[in-house]
């Protein structure tokens, strides 16, 4: 199990674009980007739709259900801030409410080794400051391959 007690991440900065995503994980109740045109969800956010390049685009909730979509094991400390969680599994989420958006994060609560495409996860928050909760992911408990 990577020890994540051990890091540092960095502190993500909130712009005019991701403000509204920062401030939905902040209440634990994650909105992503949404095209009001085409019905598109992406992630991260963008002035327009990447799909039909609307501007009409707005935040709608989410559920934290997904998939692995896909994952990286990092075993090197080139980023000397999570060094002291290496082994650990970075993976792209795909959220069943928004398909098509693709989320990173870790996989917490699991050995990196658990880390496969198509398994079942769920979102967790991990709040790293007053201003800053950072999605993230475990196994999800119905996991149909188990
Ligand atoms: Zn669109």
Redesign the pocket.
């Known amino acids: 199990m990577s020890d994540w007690s051990q890091a540092k991440r960095p502190i993500p900065v909130p712009d005019q674009w991701t403000q509204p995503f920062w401030d939905s994980a902040k209440r634990e109740a994650l909105k992503l980007q949404r095209?009001q045109?085409?019905g598109?969800f992406q992630h991260p956010p963008y002035p327009t739709?990447v799909?039909?390049m609307?501007i009409d685009m707005k935040f709608e909730p989410v559920g934290g259900a997904g998939h692995i979509y896909a994952y990286t094991i990092m075993y090197h400390d080139g980023d000397k801030r999570f060094a002291g969680a290496i082994p650990y599994a970075s993976i792209i989420v795909e959220l069943d409410d928004a398909p098509g958006a693709l989320m990173a994060g870790n996989l917490l609560d699991a050995p990196y080794t658990e880390a496969k495409v198509g398994r079942r996860v769920e979102m967790i928050f991990e709040r790293l400051n007053d201003d800053i909760t950072l999605p993230q992911f475990r196994l999800a408990d119905t996991d149909p391959t188990e």
């Open positions: 095209c045109d085409c598109h739709c799909n039909c609307s």
